[in-house]
């Protein structure tokens, strides 16, 4: 069975700050997609950023950045320069490679602290 | 371009009831997941449609039912409200099966059993 796990409930960071939220994973598949969603109050889910098992770089997308560890089923989030709007819930989740079956984790709550 | 619509946005029923929440997806997209995110926990995948077939399903009783018409809209069904089906249910739409493409997701709709 497939699981995520998000070991921290809540986070804060003081502007400008880098913060790194922390996921694992298992599962006995080889290839899969992981994913960090951000959740704001307003509750609509957005996408944060995508990464494919087979790909060894770590994907970026401006600020925010992964740490991949397959070997390790770790797959962190980092944070650069945080911003007041990047306070959220943020969440983990996987997909197997046909795409029928996604799972989350339970969040992290990140305050960011002007 | 309208992103992913649900409707309605609250809904209060009582316990027995039946309820239909309904998703319409962005244009162009074929693909519709739903989820039930209880308050204070990550969501939990309820369906997959792609084409106007169930291509995944999780790990919900059969009192939850979905289906995706010609236009790729979506309805999910919940028969005999139980107290413990009061959740945010959200939809999630992509081009093709999600994982592969990115899920966009809609407000949610608010459901209370009384």
């Known amino acids: 069975a497939q699981t995520v796990t998000q070991s921290q409930p809540e986070m804060s960071v003081q502007e400008a700050e880098t913060v790194t939220l922390s996921c694992t994973y298992d599962?006995?598949?080889?290839?899969?997609?992981l994913f960090w969603y951000k959740q704001p109050p307003s509750r609509q889910m957005i996408l944060v950023i995508r990464?494919?098992?087979?790909?060894?770089q770590n994907a970026t997308e401006n600020r925010f950045s992964v740490n991949f560890q397959k070997a390790a089923k770790s797959f962190s989030l980092k944070i650069s320069d945080s911003q007041l709007g990047d306070t959220a819930m943020y969440f983990c989740?996987?997909?197997?490679?046909?795409?029928?079956?996604?799972?989350f984790g339970t969040g992290t709550s990140l305050t960011v602290i002007p | 371009d309208a992103g992913v619509t649900q409707s309605p946005t609250h809904l209060i029923k009582t316990r027995g009831q039946h309820v239909t929440l309904r998703c319409s997806p962005i244009?162009?997209?074929?693909?519709v997941s739903w989820y039930q995110q209880v308050l204070g926990q990550g969501p939990q995948f309820i369906f997959q449609?792609?084409?106007?077939?169930?291509?995944g399903r999780g790990n919900f009783p059969d009192r939850f039912s979905a289906r995706q018409f010609p236009n790729y809209s979506s309805e999910l069904n919940v028969n005999a409200l139980l107290l413990g089906d009061s959740a945010l249910y959200l939809c999630?739409?992509?081009?093709?099966?999600?994982?592969?493409?990115?899920?966009?997701f809609g407000p949610g709709t608010r459901l209370t059993v009384l």
């Open positions: 449609y792609y084409e106007k077939e169930e291509r």
């Open positions: 999630a739409s992509s081009l093709v099966l999600a994982g592969r493409n990115e899920q966009f």
């Open positions: 989740a996987f997909t197997t490679q046909t795409g029928n079956q996604f799972y």
């Open positions: 244009s162009g997209h074929k693909s």
């Open positions: 990464q494919e098992a087979y790909k060894q």
């Open positions: 599962t006995s598949e080889s290839n899969y997609y």
